[in-house]
């Protein structure tokens, strides 16, 4: 009873100076949390995000360019290839399904891909999910007609029946609007993949939209290509022949690893963030010492009263050692709101810039262990002003300090 | 035997000149079991520094203080503080109640470093001296007349064999500097404490059979070497 009601009371004497350090150590937790779930998260989350497929077959350049920008939706296109790759592709034994998607207009900054409809029916998301539409019917692959995303659904407010007209380019110019006009007949279910943040046209829209260079009013962007059986084999010979063999295309596969390239990239993001993140708890620990070992001269006469009623040296340095831990308890539980704010925070910025869903919620092994190591750096920080505490002489400090 | 048994006992200081200054020189005290002894003391006479080693909060340079057949010079310094919690109460001049408790939690505190928290006894305490009505209180919402008699409840707190008051009523108006004082006398009386009270009040002083020059019993302040902190 006498340790923690001596530190309850501490705390309490001390309140402004308890919660303001205590802020600090949640500002420090929170931010050394969201750090490391943001980089695992997205890490697995983005080289979970394969929107179905197993590769992606583009034009010549980089494997990256082409899976951000045919997959995620991101990215500048490398190019177009032939719509005869396309179907060379398709006709392999090896293929389950092959998506063509054609890219290279918007609308008020999220991108208008043209495909073919094979997508909403024959796409298996992970878990077994398909494409499931909320509201509407697919597109008629002749008819100037639209399927929504979910989450472009949501921002435009856009439904079955509405029309728009299509921007040329990747990137929103409202100077540079296509004179065709579509009307949306369906909008998706959110699948928590970037294809939420598409909206979907027939193919030969893209292709045949006014502005667009008529000789290459065939070509296609990518094909997305899902395999009939997991065995690396058939992948292998293809990566061989478009990769090795050729030098017209490229083949990326696996999709994950290629991602995965993509952090490796942006690693030093991280060391820096967590570099920062550590830097903030370090300051945070030296404010309870500094907080706590500044609050010592008006603690004398306490201590003193304390070792005259017979509390021990150990006692006492016990007390305020167990004060700073104490502290650092209180910020790491307001820490996880914090945590929880930026995690709230980030994950809506990465949904609508990428379409990736990362969950605030989910558990980590940070939380177990950044709140262990701020309260044992806390304590520790708390034996500097628990050895002044130690030291104080009794007799010197009962008389009342005026 | 003695209850208090102190022989040959100095304590000095080193002055900011770095010239040692004797201010305790006792060459013998005697206090009984359960008895109730008033010492007048100047200030200077080295009260406060007497009090304090026969507490153990100093250390003697030399000499014996015997507490209950306990020999508290030759202890360590946890000994002596375990000493003080279970042997010793401490009434000060200035009280010294710890200001963010409340009544109940001063006496429960000075429990806790002795025998442990009785509550009962702690709410019981409380009420002899007149607070019973005042268990959640804080210091600085009663008057200076309660605030002492929460010290007294403190310092009866955990049984002591003595208490010693170190101008207990210096800071109260006369009246109640002697509703102090008898309450002080009468529950160390009725826990079975002895009572070393100093003192320059001359009606306090009057009030015990038994008292003495602190002065003449300090040959360190009778020869005018005092300057005790």
Not at chain 1, 357 to 376: F, I, K, R, S
Not at chain 2, 117 to 124: C, D, I, L, Q
Request: net charge positive.
């Amino acid at each position: 009873m006498t340790l923690p009601l001596m530190v309850r009371k501490s705390l309490r004497q001390h309140l402004l100076s308890t919660w303001i350090t205590a802020f600090s150590i949640a500002l420090a937790g929170g931010l050394l949390m969201a750090v490391w779930v943001v980089k695992d998260q997205s890490q697995t989350a983005f080289a979970g995000v394969n929107a179905g497929f197993d590769a992606v077959l583009g034009a010549r350049g980089s494997k990256l360019q082409l899976v951000l920008n045919t997959v995620f939706h991101l990215e500048e296109s490398p190019g177009n290839i032939p719509f005869s790759d396309y179907e060379q592709i398709r006709s392999n034994a090896a293929v389950r399904v092959a998506i063509p998607i054609a890219l290279g207009d918007n609308y008020l900054g999220y991108r208008v891909v043209g495909t073919v409809t094979n997508l909403f029916h024959d796409v298996e998301l992970s878990g077994g999910r398909r494409f499931a539409l909320e509201a509407g019917r697919s597109f008629d692959p002749n008819l100037r007609e639209a399927v929504v995303g979910g989450f472009v659904a949501r921002r435009l407010g856009l439904k079955p029946g509405d029309k728009f007209q299509p921007y040329h380019g990747l990137i929103f110019n409202p100077n540079d609007q296509h004179a065709e006009t579509y009307v949306v007949v369906g909008v998706l279910e959110p699948s928590n993949t970037p294809a939420d943040r598409v909206i979907w046209i027939p193919l030969q829209g893209v292709q045949l939209m006014t502005g667009h260079d008529p000789k290459s009013a065939s070509d296609i962007s990518g094909v997305l290509i899902k395999f009939k059986d997991t065995s690396p084999l058939t992948a292998r010979q293809l990566d061989l022949f478009y990769n090795k063999q050729g030098n017209r295309l490229t083949f990326a596969w696996p999709i994950a690893q290629i991602v995965a390239q993509l952090f490796n990239k942006i690693a030093w993001v991280d060391k820096v963030l967590a570099l920062v993140a550590y830097l903030v708890a370090l300051v945070a620990t030296g404010s309870i010492l500094v907080s706590i070992y500044n609050s010592m001269k008006e603690r004398r006469r306490d201590i003193a009263i304390l070792r005259a009623l017979g509390a021990r040296r150990r006692t006492i340095f016990a007390a305020v050692v167990l004060e700073a831990a104490a502290i650092a308890v209180l910020g790491m539980i307001l820490a996880f709101v914090i945590h929880l704010g930026i995690m709230t925070g980030v994950a809506s910025v990465v949904r609508a810039e990428t379409g990736v869903v990362l969950d605030p919620w989910a558990p980590h092994l940070v939380m177990l262990w950044a709140p262990a190591g701020m309260v044992a750096l806390a304590a520790l920080a708390g034996v500097v002003p628990a050895w002044k505490a130690y030291r104080i002489p009794v007799a010197e400090n009962l008389a009342p300090v005026s | 035997m003695a209850l208090l048994e102190i022989r040959d006992l100095k304590k000095s200081y080193v002055s900011p000149e770095g010239a040692p200054t004797v201010v305790v020189d006792v060459p013998s005290f005697q206090l009984a079991a359960s008895h109730q002894v008033a010492l007048s003391g100047e200030s200077g006479s080295g009260k406060t520094t007497f009090l304090n080693l026969i507490a153990g909060i100093l250390a003697p340079d030399s000499g014996s203080i015997r507490i209950d057949g306990v020999e508290v010079s030759s202890l360590p310094e946890a000994a002596r503080d375990r000493l003080r919690a279970t042997k010793i109460g401490y009434i000060f001049q200035t009280f010294n109640l710890l200001q963010g408790y409340t009544c109940l939690e001063n006496v429960l505190l000075g429990m806790s470093f002795g025998p442990g928290p009785n509550r009962g006894f702690a709410e019981a305490l409380l009420r002899r001296v007149g607070l019973g009505d005042r268990l959640r209180h804080y210091p600085r919402q009663l008057s200076t007349g309660q605030q002492q008699r929460v010290a007294v409840a403190r310092a009866l707190a955990n049984r002591p064999k003595v208490v010693l008051a170190d101008e207990p009523t210096g800071n109260l108006d006369h009246r109640a500097a002697g509703d102090a004082l008898k309450l002080i006398r009468e529950a160390c009386e009725e826990n079975g404490a002895a009572l070393l009270l100093v003192s320059h009040d001359r009606d306090v002083l009057a009030a015990f059979e038994h008292h003495q020059d602190l002065a003449k019993l300090n040959r360190a302040a009778a020869a005018g070497k005092e300057g005790c902190p």
